[in-house]
């Protein structure tokens, strides 16, 4: 497994060892061959690439980006907005950037968000990695957002 981190904001420090860490345990097996690339940004740079692919003038916290379809090999790109999970997390930080990770990294294994049921199946998917990786698991109010 290939993982590049780029780092290109100034509201935490990342950890690329606990990044790592983080896409190997997500990625277990599907990881052997992956080449990943995960960009920390600001809000500001988040907000641009919503624009430019999805047409939505939002902050988000987390963008995937497929490179290809190999079934055998998972590429892709994440971007993961740091000042968000600084504004949004109160205490734990590295809790809430380690979500949008896992998250980035669900979405780049082909699990979806749009629907209710899906939903529920990608946050108890993240609820259990979180947990295994010794991070809180964030409430979710109706169970769908």
Do not use: C
């Amino acid at each position: 497994m290939i993982v590049e981190i780029v780092d290109l904001q100034n509201h935490y420090k990342i950890k690329n060892s606990i990044v790592k860490r983080v896409a190997k345990e997500v990625l277990g097996k599907k990881g052997k061959g992956a080449k990943l690339s995960i960009a920390f940004v600001d809000n500001s740079e988040i907000k641009k690439l919503n624009k430019r692919y999805f047409d939505s003038n939002e902050v988000t916290d987390v963008i995937a980006f497929p490179l290809d379809d190999h079934k055998s090999e998972l590429n892709g790109e994440i971007v993961v907005s740091v000042e968000t999970a600084v504004d949004t997390a109160g205490i734990d930080v590295e809790g809430e950037i380690i979500l949008y990770v896992v998250h980035g990294l669900l979405h780049l294994m082909g699990y979806r968000d749009e629907k209710r049921d899906d939903f529920k199946i990608m946050h108890d998917k993240e609820s259990a990695i979180l947990k295994t990786l010794g991070y809180n698991v964030p409430e979710v109010e109706d169970g769908f957002q």
